[in-house]
């Protein structure tokens, strides 16, 4: 069974443009989650998307977007860059979603983005 | 709300000595455990996870991990480290029983196992 596959691997950017990172969850799984990852804040959860609605966001500002598509697959955009959102980007996916009966989450290789 | 407290941001240890690494979380409520690993330039692999039943729960490659609900820890322990543990390892909660299902996760503590 193929993992998450996530594209580009590497992308940079320069400020003030716009990115678009993708995500082919494993198949038959139906939820996929971002997760932005920086030396200074670590890990933080960015949003989830489940049957192409976005089921939960974290604390991140109206420039970081998100989709998905009726095969799951999911796209991140990031508009306007700035310096800061550099970092890691990597995406997981699950069967299902929420925690009542438990849905782990595998993870792509991740997308690194570096913002000039 | 929930945080994940990694007490230790690096930890060297010399090849085949013991090893712990510190994991606190803060609230008492229902929570799965999980340790990830991250090797350099790679994404996240599930190292272990605890959902329910014994406290104590193992990985394929010898690291183990006890959740104790009355000190909110999960701390990872391996009795020898190889070179090949070498790595950045990030401990995560996730509520349960909730709607959302993210994740999260601690700072992570790098592993640095010398010769």
């Known amino acids: 069974k193929a993992g998450v596959t996530q594209t580009p691997r590497y992308l940079i950017k320069t400020r003030g443009q716009q990115v678009t990172l993708s995500c082919s969850p494993i198949?038959?799984?139906?939820?996929v989650s971002w997760y932005q990852q920086t030396p200074g804040q670590g890990l933080q959860f960015l949003f989830e998307y489940f049957s192409e609605t976005q089921r939960n966001k974290g604390n991140f500002p109206g420039r970081f977007s998100g989709r998905q598509f009726s095969n799951s697959r999911s796209e991140m955009n990031v508009s306007t860059l700035e310096l800061g959102d550099s970092a890691l980007y990597l995406c997981?996916?699950?069967f299902g979603t929420g925690t009542g009966i438990y849905n782990e989450q595998f993870f792509g290789p991740g997308t690194r983005l570096t913002v000039l | 709300a929930q945080s994940v407290t990694q007490l230790d941001s690096q930890v060297p240890v010399f090849e085949e000595a013991p090893v712990e690494l510190r994991c606190n979380y803060s609230?008492?409520?229902?929570?799965?455990l999980f340790w990830y690993v991250q090797y350099p330039n790679q994404g996240l692999q599930l190292l272990l996870k605890?959902?329910?039943?014994?406290?104590l729960v193992e990985s394929i490659n010898g690291f183990e991990a006890e959740f104790n609900k009355s000190q909110t820890s999960f701390h990872l322990r391996k009795p020898s480290v190889h070179i090949s543990d070498t790595a950045e390892y990030f401990c995560?909660?996730?509520?349960?029983?909730?709607?959302?299902?993210?994740?999260?996760f601690g700072k992570g503590t790098k592993l640095s196992v010398k010769p």
């Open positions: 605890y959902l329910s039943g014994s406290t």
């Open positions: 995560a909660v996730m509520n349960y029983g909730g709607s959302q299902g993210n994740l999260i």
């Open positions: 609230s008492s409520v229902s929570v799965y």
């Open positions: 997981a996916s699950s």
């Open positions: 198949s038959g799984h139906r939820s």
